[in-house]
């Protein structure tokens, strides 16, 4: 079989196109690829085969597949990367044993659908709570039935606390759609991971959110004055500590040290953690502490002014940063919230 050279105009041209765009021979070997592809597949795909990257049982060989009508309709297909990118595929033989497949994203699209049907789901059940609540008190004092002040006052302070709970609810939601819907988009600047911890750590001190806790920060580096740079967005990594620092001062016991960690074992990444000594969590709820609306005590969240949010939006962001998190807790003692960052040149 003669080798299939592909001109570099073709090349160039892959590039301006909007969609992922790979070229095949009649078995599946990736020839070419555009920019765009990489970011959907992953590199250095030349020479490999695209089942591979793509498991579709059509693609095992091309020509017979095209000439069966498999490739009449376009379809989907769902990476198994942190992302889980929403592909439609579509497959063109441009001549005998060469194929363009293109790959047309449409995560935004369907994180957009999952947003929308989510908020609209939240809002309705969350807000339904506390809007009932404000409806009640205001109908009493309305009615004329209370009388007396203090009872008057008692009341008004019951409402602006639930009122303030509102606020709180939407700001997070409206967080959480902001950020589901962004995930995919990778950030496109290049920050020290340290500036926004120590920035995080010294607002709370400062604003006397860390109570009669205290803050310690540790680097367990063998360079302290690396800069230790990862691709990220310096606000979004803010809220990250901001909602796990103030979490872990809110669960630890009375007079206690509540630590930030910086570990970095190899040149690819940084670990990061967050570790505080309370009650603990127990090892079956660890996976559901990233789900919107969970919470382990349901009253003591309420009561500390949570709003069950807070760790699926840090979630969110990590996914958009490339980053993974690792919970660990034991009763009575540490709890522990790891963060891996790629990290990358400045």
Sequence with gaps: MNKI?????????????????????SFGSILLYNNLTKQYLGDNLKG????????????????????????????????????KRSLIIKVKKIEDNLFAILLLDMTSQRNLEKVRRDFVANVSHELRSPLTSLVGFIETLLNGNVK????QKK??????????????????????????????????????????IQYVMSSI???????????????????VNDPCFVIGDIDEINQVFVNLLENAIKYSFESSDVVVRIEQHNQEEVVISVINKGEGIPEKYLDRLTERFFRVDKARSRELGG??????????????????????????????????FPLTNN
Excluded at 148 to 151: L, N, R, V
Excluded at 205 to 222: A, C, P, V
Excluded at 310 to 339: C, P, Q, W, Y
């Design 205 to 223: 001190k400062e604003r006397g959110l860390s109570k009669n806790h205290n803050l310690i920060f540790e680097d367990l580096r063998q360079n």
């Design 48 to 83: 490999k085969n695209i089942c591979n990257f793509i498991p579709i049982e059509e693609f095992n060989n091309l020509d017979e597949s095209y000439n069966n009508g498999a490739f009449n309709d376009q379809f989907s297909f769902q990476t198994s990367d942190i992302l």
């Design 148 to 151: 007396d002040e203090k009872t």
């Design 155 to 196: 009341f008004l302070n019951i409402m602006d606390e639930e009122a303030k709970r509102m606020n709180r609810l939407i700001d997070d939601i409206l967080s959480l759609s902001k950020v589901e819907t962004e995930e995919h988009i990778t950030p496109n600047t290049s920050i020290s991971i340290i500036n926004p």
């Design 307 to 340: 709003t069950g949010l807070g760790l699926a939006i840090v979630k969110h962001i990590l996914i958009k940063h490339r980053a993974t998190m690792n919970i660990s807790s034991e009763i009575n003692d540490k709890t522990t919230f790891s963060i891996t």
């Design 5 to 25: 050279s592909i001109p570099n105009n073709i090349n160039n041209l892959s590039q301006l196109l909007e969609d992922g765009l790979v070229m095949c021979d």
